[in-house]
């Protein structure tokens, strides 16, 4: 079981911008699928970006339109923890962000889990606030 713990949420206008990290621990693998989701009162929980890490550290990275170009997922494998750079955030884009993971992962691809969430592991969720 993989424990995940997000961290650098919080206030900031309209423009700016946040880094989120996901720290994960407990049972870990180099070849995983791991994504960030969010998710705000009334509506439904939303893929944002994710990574596929496979052998020899070969990676893939994927995001939903709405975000190309202002956010960047990354990892760093040395310490376990997954990240998310906002760049240009959004009124809109106030929500509760998770993290999610699935570990050790042996398919070639994970683009599909943005879209049905099918991670094993999930944070407890960082809350982005953005003002207008």
């Known amino acids: 079981q993989v424990h995940l713990t997000e961290s650098g949420g919080g206030s900031v206008q309209a423009g700016g911008s946040l880094r989120l990290s996901c720290a994960a621990s407990?049972?870990?693998?180099?070849?995983?699928?791991m994504g960030w989701f969010r998710q705000s009162p009334g509506k439904e929980r939303e893929g944002i970006a994710a990574i596929w890490s496979g052998r020899s550290g070969i990676s893939s990275i994927y995001y939903v339109d709405s975000v190309k170009g202002r956010f960047t997922i990354s990892q760093d494998s040395s310490k376990n923890t997954l990240y998310l750079q906002m760049n240009s955030l959004k009124h809109e884009e106030a929500a509760m962000y998770y993290c999610?993971?699935?570990?050790?992962?042996?398919?070639?691809?994970?683009?599909?889990?943005?879209?049905?969430?099918?991670?094993?592991?999930w944070g407890q969720g960082t809350q982005v606030t953005v003002s207008a």
């Open positions: 999610a993971a699935e570990m050790p992962y042996l398919a070639s691809t994970c683009y599909e889990k943005l879209w049905d969430a099918g991670f094993g592991s």
């Open positions: 407990g049972y870990t693998s180099s070849r995983s699928c």
